[in-house]
């Protein structure tokens, strides 16, 4: 159990907004958690939930109008919060590495991989370009790119997406980061692509100890890779638990209502897949209901009236709700085939 | 052969490399660049060996021809004709177009590394130093570019050099704007991003991601603003802005001698005139084919 080790990072009440022209934007409103070294949490949501703010707000890389207002997060005893551009700099991508959704575009167009890959190693230790193209031939082996050594010296419009993001995977990890953090790392690859990069993902993280947040909208990345799952809404964690008892027993209406509307192989034939009713919350004010409430069926009366805390209502699961759904809700849902 | 071997060998052929190769492949089958690239090489040759190509000297004078009336027209010895001093016209021209691209260049050259200094701060920090660079570049905006100049040139005395500086510093604000406005787009890219997340420093994002991204509008402008330079620096030469010593060939000094003799000698004025829009249409044609060949949305085709 990944409690009984000491946090590799630790993250406590992080809020972030944004000015905008219409006013602030309460992207992420008091989420905390915690990651020890070589675990791998996953957090769910869809979008627009502030999966992604998260993370850059974690590393200092917010657009310019984004602000953190509120938290902490220790990492190795510094708060990332708390340190100068500087500073940050010199732990991005050597300690704290970041994969994103979209490797078409994530990869500079004018520049060789071999180049792009040299950067990291070129800032962080000082290699020469001799070293550093040593390291960068034995990065591209590891992440499975034939013929590397010609490879090195190939634009990125010459690879194709599951390459791509093979080669992004290779550029984040060359450093050897205790913490990688991975933001929609499949979104935008085919599904058989996607298998691959998801093990190749899961084999160098656990070849290295590296700590691993996965941030996805895909319920099935996160229950085949992730040990604990945080589910987030409206920039709060909904629901945390091991990914097997989310699967299995959803509590939180939001991770029901999630798992409704993803089809699976085993349901029965009839079962009929239920969207969520509504559209996610507008961010322009600070949550004073259960942000939840206008779209769920467990509504009680007191949803409406403050933010229900995140309680531990079993051991190792917290849910933020006053009318948690049943344990066996789902189970029975799946079984009868009757929405 | 196989469906692999085939495919690889289509990509091959599809795909001439990186940017700038692709550029330069396109660029070449340009039939308008080609025609601007030829008559630039042969104005930058004829300036480079000016020497060799004019029979006589820009400044040899030979009263004797002009003793009566002005002035001969083209003849065996004057290709050209002589101008209202008795000067070779064919010579003058050729030596002008030294002084017509020396002083085209280094405007440029003075424009673009100031324009491209200031709009690369602007776009990429933003903010109050952005406010201010760009409020800057706008007042110099709002005065007519000819009229500009002619103030720089009056503060700093006439002379070539000065109309060098007057006509480069005309261009500041031109490539100032469109380079900050090529760094704003790219300053979101996803890959500024993902440089910025695996930690490299400000510096080498902006001058080796940022920069590349967004120089090309600058190169197309830069050529066409070498031919608005040779015109404007004819034009300030015109108005006697130009070089003092009116013996200099160059071809905007030059037309303003020949007004005088314009009913008797139109060639004086005509020949310059020529040389001029020459230059001018080669450095044109360039800019438009590279304007052509770095558009990404034409990218991809031939």
């Not at chain 2, 009229?147 to 009056?154: F, H, R, T, Y």
């Not at chain 2, 006439?158 to 109309?163: A, D, F, N, V």
Request: glycine content about 10%.
């Amino acid at each position: 159990m990944s409690a009984a080790r000491t946090p590799l990072l630790s993250v406590d009440d992080l809020h972030v907004r944004f000015g905008t022209s219409r006013g602030l934007v309460y992207a992420v409103n008091g989420i905390s958690f915690d990651i020890a070294p070589g675990e791998t949490l996953g957090i769910v949501g869809e979008s627009g939930c502030g999966k992604s703010v998260t993370s850059l707000a974690l590393l200092g890389i917010l657009a310019r109008n984004g602000r953190v207002t509120a938290g902490s997060a220790m990492f190795g005893g510094r708060d990332l919060l708390k340190l100068k551009d500087d500073e940050l700099r010199s732990i991005r991508g050597r300690e704290i590495a970041m994969i994103f959704q979209d490797p078409m575009t994530s990869l500079n167009p004018v520049l060789t991989i071999g180049k792009q890959l040299r950067e990291p190693l070129e800032a962080h230790f000082g290699m020469d370009k001799g070293q550093a193209n040593r390291r960068a031939l034995e990065l591209l082996e590891q992440v499975g790119i034939p013929s590397a050594k010609q490879r090195l010296r190939d634009y990125p419009h010459q690879f194709s997406g599951g390459m791509r993001q093979r080669v992004m995977i290779a550029i984040a990890l060359a450093c050897e980061p205790k913490l990688l953090i991975a933001d929609e790392p499949t979104t935008a690859l085919d599904v058989t692509i996607q298998a691959q990069i998801l093990e190749l993902l899961r084999t160098l993280v656990s070849e290295r100890d590296t700590a691993l947040m996965l941030i996805t909208h895909d319920l099935g990345v996160v229950a085949g890779m992730c040990e604990r799952v945080n589910v987030m809404y409206a920039g709060m964690f909904m629901e945390t638990a091991t990914a097997t008892a989310l699967f299995a027993q959803p509590r939180h209406p939001y991770t029901l209502g999630l798992l409704q509307s993803v089809p699976r192989l085993d349901s029965g034939r009839r079962q009929k897949l239920m969207p969520i009713p509504g559209s996610p919350r507008n961010m322009l004010s600070p949550p004073s209901e259960c942000p939840f409430a206008p779209r769920c069926r467990y509504e009680v009366e007191q949803s409406r009236q403050q933010v229900p805390p995140l309680e531990e209502i079993e051991p190792g699961r917290l849910v933020r709700c006053f009318n948690p759904v049943p344990a066996d809700e789902w189970q029975r849902q799946r079984v009868g085939g009757a929405a | 052969m196989s469906i692999a071997e085939l495919e690889s060998r289509e990509i091959q052929l599809e795909q001439p490399q990186g940017l700038w190769s692709d550029a330069w492949y396109r660029l070449r089958r340009n039939r308008g660049a080609l025609i601007g690239f030829g008559l630039v090489s042969t104005f930058v040759l004829v300036a480079l060996f000016a020497p060799l190509i004019a029979p006589y000297g820009p400044r040899e004078q030979n009263l004797s021809l002009v003793a009566d009336g002005c002035c001969p027209g083209p003849s065996a010895e004057h290709l050209f004709g002589v101008d209202q001093l008795g000067r070779d016209e064919f010579s003058r021209v050729v030596y002008g177009a030294r002084y017509s691209l020396l002083i085209g260049v280094v405007s440029v050259a003075v424009g673009l590394s100031f324009g491209l200094v200031l709009g690369a701060i602007a776009g990429f920090f933003g903010g109050i130093t952005d406010s201010v660079i760009m409020r800057l570049m706008d007042i110099m905006l709002a005065i007519p570019g000819l009229l500009l100049a002619i103030g720089i040139v009056a503060m700093l005395g006439p002379g070539i050099w000065q109309i060098m500086i007057a006509v480069g510093v005309v261009n500041i604000p031109i490539f100032a704007r469109l380079l900050r406005g090529a760094v704003l787009g790219q300053r979101e890219n996803d890959f500024v991003l993902a440089a910025r997340a695996i930690g490299v420093p400000k510096r080498t994002i902006l001058g080796s991601h940022i920069l590349p991204n967004a120089v090309s509008p600058v190169i197309v402008a830069g050529t066409l603003a070498l031919a608005t330079a040779i015109i404007d620096v004819a034009g300030l030469g015109f108005l006697g802005l130009g070089p003092q010593d009116p013996a200099t060939p160059e071809w905007g000094t030059m037309l303003t001698g020949t007004i005088r003799y314009l009913q008797t000698a139109p060639h004086l004025a005509i020949i310059p005139g020529i040389a001029i829009v020459i230059s001018v249409l080669g450095f044109n044609l360039i800019g438009d084919g590279l304007r052509e060949a770095l558009d990404p949305k034409l990218r991809g085709r031939a």
